[in-house]
């Protein structure tokens, strides 16, 4: 059974560090893993998908790499901003199948 | 484009009572999910769609009971809501069972 860790549960930084978010599974037959973004009393958005084929994508100040051999995933974020603060989720993709990590709450300090 | 859109968007029940959750999407996308989430369990799947006319099990589909009315819509219902039932529901679709997934906003639900 596939299992999504990410640590740490909270982090928080002062605005302009740069950061890795970590996530880790056990099942390395995934299809796909997706980093979301929730607001508090909102719902997920999509960051970026890296398909099972892939080592990183990036989009803007986002670069997430996804090593399946050791079952990691990491979401860079540059130059840290305040709008950053929110909890980040990743997500495996199986058959039918997206299971999440409990996420990371990311508080950036101005 | 409105994407996953989720009414409605708040509820209070009472123990006992039934209520449907509704789930649209626009995006022509073939697979449709509901989960739930809960403080310090992430989210969970209750039910999917992998297309229009099939639906299965999630990992938490006890209590609850799902309709895919038509590739658009995926409803899902309580019959006899219970305490434990309290929680944010999130309904997601992709275009395959593979593919990136989009989220509604969420129904935040309390059953007192």
Same mark, same amino acid.
């Given at each position: ?44 958005? =999509?960051? #970026?998908? /890296?398909?099972? *084929? &892939? ?6 100040? !986002?670069? $997430? ?7 990691? =995933?990491? #979401?860079? /974020?540059?130059? *840290? &901003? ?6 980040? !989720?990743? $997500? ?19 | ?112």
């Amino acid at each position: 059974k596939q299992e999504v860790t990410q640590i740490p549960a909270a982090l928080s930084v002062p605005e302009g560090e740069n950061l890795v978010l970590n996530c880790s599974f056990t099942d390395s037959a995934i299809y796909n893993l997706q980093w979301f973004r929730q607001d508090p009393g909102k719902g997920l958005t =999509s960051l #970026l998908l /890296i398909q099972s *084929s &892939q080592r990183e994508q990036t989009s803007g100040r !986002l670069n $997430a790499s996804l090593d399946k051999s050791s079952g990691r =995933s990491t #979401l860079y /974020i540059a130059a *840290s &901003q305040p709008g950053d603060s929110a909890t980040y !989720l990743c $997500a495996t993709s199986g058959t039918y199948k997206y299971i999440f990590g409990t996420g990371t709450r990311l508080k950036v300090l101005a | 484009n409105a994407g996953v859109t989720q009414t409605p968007k708040f509820q209070v029940l009472k123990t006992g009572q039934s209520m449907t959750l509704q789930c649209a999407q626009d995006m022509n996308h073939n697979s449709m999910y509901w989960y739930r989430q809960d403080p310090g369990m992430g989210l969970r799947l209750i039910y999917y769609s992998a297309s229009e006319g099939t639906t299965d099990k999630g990992e938490v589909p006890n209590g609850y009971n799902v309709s895919r009315l038509n590739k658009r819509e995926f409803s899902l219902r309580l019959e006899s809501a219970a305490p434990s039932q309290t929680s944010v529901y999130f309904c997601a679709s992709s275009e395959t069972g593979s593919t990136e997934a989009f989220f509604g906003q969420g129904t935040r639900l309390t059953v007192v």
